[in-house]
Nanobody, 126 residues
Framework: QVQLVESGGGLVQAGGTLRLSCTAS????????MGWFRQAPGKEREFVAG????????LYRDAVKGRFTISRDNAKDTVYLQMNSLKPEDTAVYYCATTSARWSAIPALPSSYGYWGRGTQVTVNS
């Protein structure tokens, strides 16, 4: 059974930084796409960033381009999300996810990801 555990969330002032981590267990993560999603109260879960199995390709939603960076360390089965220049609208629960199947592209739909972490809260005060 694949398990994902996120860490690194917290409360930060606008303009601040946070680094989220997600460690996978139960299988070798190096063959699968990993992604970060977020969900704010009353809103649908949305794609934030994804990274290919090798780490050679990344994909971001427009709202975070230039501010967030996704990376992975396959030796540690861990994916990271470096978040800079945070804005109040970034406030949400952030979820780590990984695909059930091997993908050549990076999917952005939540339904494409078969395993999810429990989430970590990120709150950005203005």
């Amino acid at each position: 059974q694949v398990q994902l555990v996120e860490s690194g969330g917290g409360l930060v002032q606008a303009g601040g930084t946070l680094r989220l981590s997600c460690t996978a267990s139960g299988r070798t993560s190096a063959s699968y796409v990993m992604g970060w999603f977020r969900q704010a109260p009353g809103k649908e879960r949305e794609f934030v960033a994804g990274i290919s199995a090798s780490g050679g390709s990344t994909l971001y939603r427009d709202a975070v381009k230039g501010r967030f960076t996704i990376s992975r360390d396959n030796a540690k089965d861990t994916v990271y999300l470096q978040m800079n220049s945070l804005k109040p609208e970034d406030t949400a629960v952030y979820y780590c996810a990984t695909t059930s199947a091997r993908w050549s592209a990076i999917p952005a739909l939540p339904s494409s990801y078969g395993y999810w972490g429990r989430g970590t809260q990120v709150t950005v005060n203005s």
